[in-house]
């Protein structure tokens, strides 16, 4: 089976742009987590989506925002970039809410 | 809001020495979860432990949850360079993950 596929892997934006990242879950699963890793703050959870609904969200500004399609796979965006955008940003997929999840490679965004 | 508390931050240690890393949460959990992330790689999913005092063996890993499902441990025995990386504990509800311990091991 593929694994949890984002695009893109890398992305260099400047501030106040915006910007999507897509992740595509595992064949079957229907649930997925977005997280944002820094150095600082390590893994942050962002939202969480299962059957095109969000389930959850974390702490994070309403800059930030996701959406699940029918056929389970995501999109996340950031509108008005900032420096302190700059991160690692993991989906992972799993086959139900609060299963085990797999995460993608991840995207790293850099904001200049 | 539930937060998950993870120590120690960094750890290093010679080859053959244990290790152990600890995750506190403010919440009761429904389950935990353990994970492994290599430098430069992703985290990769190791474990989830669900019962009250549940303990999972992996090979020289140890995995306990804590009787009030509110704390977990992860041991290493007799670490080796393989160990590198930095190991996260995800708690449920949403799952919130600890900042992780970053393992480094000399040989």
């Known amino acids: 089976k593929a694994g949890v596929t984002q695009t893109p892997r890398y992305l260099i934006k400047t501030r106040g742009q915006q910007v999507t990242l897509s992740c595509s879950p595992i064949s079957g699963h229907r649930s997925v987590s977005w997280y944002q890793q820094t150095p600082g703050q390590g893994l942050q959870f962002l939202f969480e989506y299962f059957s095109e609904t969000q389930r959850n969200k974390g702490n994070f500004p309403g800059r930030f925002s996701g959406r699940q399609f029918s056929n389970s796979r995501s999109e996340m965006n950031v509108s008005t970039l900032e420096l302190g955008d700059s991160a690692l940003y993991l989906c992972a997929s799993s086959l139900g809410y609060s299963d085990t999840q797999y995460f993608g490679p991840g995207t790293r965004l850099t904001v200049l | 809001g539930q937060q998950v508390m993870q120590i120690p931050q960094y750890q290093h240690v010679q080859e053959g020495e244990d290790f152990t890393t600890y995750c506190n949460s403010s919440?009761?959990?429904?389950?935990i979860q353990w994970y492994k992330q290599r430098p430069g790689g992703h985290p990769v999913f190791l474990i989830q432990?669900?019962?009250?005092?549940e303990v999972k063996k992996q090979k020289r890993l140890t995995f306990q949850f804590g009787e009030a499902k509110k704390n977990s441990s992860l041991h290493i025995t007799a670490t080796q360079t393989t160990d590198v990386g930095t190991y996260f504990c995800?708690?449920?509800?949403?799952?919130?993950f600890g900042k992780g311990t970053t393992l480094s091991v000399s040989s």
């Open positions: 919440t009761t959990l429904s389950n």
């Open positions: 995800a708690g449920r509800t949403a799952l919130i």
């Open positions: 432990l669900v019962k009250s005092g």
